[in-house]
Nanobody, 123 residues
Framework: QVQLVESGGGSVQAGGSLRLSCAFSRFLYIPYCVGWVRQAPGKGREGVALISDTTTTYVDSVKGRFTISKDNDKNTLYLQMNSLKPEDTAMYYC??????????????????WGQGTQVAVSS
C-alpha cells in the first residue's frame, strides 16, 4: 500500500524556488515528528527540516531559505525552498522519527518508504 507520495521537485536555476509536498494517505495521519531528509549521489543522508507539533527545526545550511509547514486538513507536509543553491541538489524524502522524545534532524528517517522527489539546482 502507498502510505505517502512526495512531489514538487524539479530542475531550477540557482536563486529559484520550489515547494515540495508529502501527501499522506487517509490511513496515515501526519506524525507528531515529521520532516524532510535529502541525499545526493555518493553522500550520506542529511536531515533538512522537521516539525514537531508547531515547533520547527532546520539544518544550518537552509535556515532563512527553507520553510517547513503542514496542513492537517489536507494531511500534507510541505517544504518551501527559496533561494536555492547548487548544493541543495539531492533526492528529497519525507521522513519521521517514531520517538517523540528524540525527534532530531539526525534521527528522522524515510520510514514510510516514499519514492522521493528529485531537486536539481544549476549554477
Amino acid at each position: 500500500q502507498v502510505q505517502l507520495v512526495e512531489s514538487g521537485g524539479g530542475s531550477v536555476q540557482a536563486g529559484g524556488s520550489l515547494r515540495l509536498s508529502c501527501a499522506f494517505s487517509r490511513f496515515l495521519y501526519i506524525p507528531y515528528c515529521v520532516g524532510w531528509v535529502r541525499q545526493a549521489p555518493g553522500k550520506g543522508r542529511e536531515g533538512v527540516a522537521l516539525i514537531s507539533d508547531t515547533t520547527t527545526t532546520y539544518v544550518d545550511s537552509v535556515k532563512g531559505r527553507f520553510t517547513i509547514s503542514k496542513d492537517n486538513d489536507k494531511n500534507t507536509l510541505y517544504l518551501q525552498m527559496n533561494s536555492l543553491k547548487p548544493e541543495d541538489t539531492a533526492m528529497y524524502y519525507c521522513a519521521t522519527d517514531t520517538r517523540r522524545s528524540r525527534c532530531t534532524l539526525s534521527t528522522i528517517s524515510p520510514n514510510y518508504w516514499g519514492q522521493g522527489t528529485q531537486v536539481a539546482v544549476s549554477s
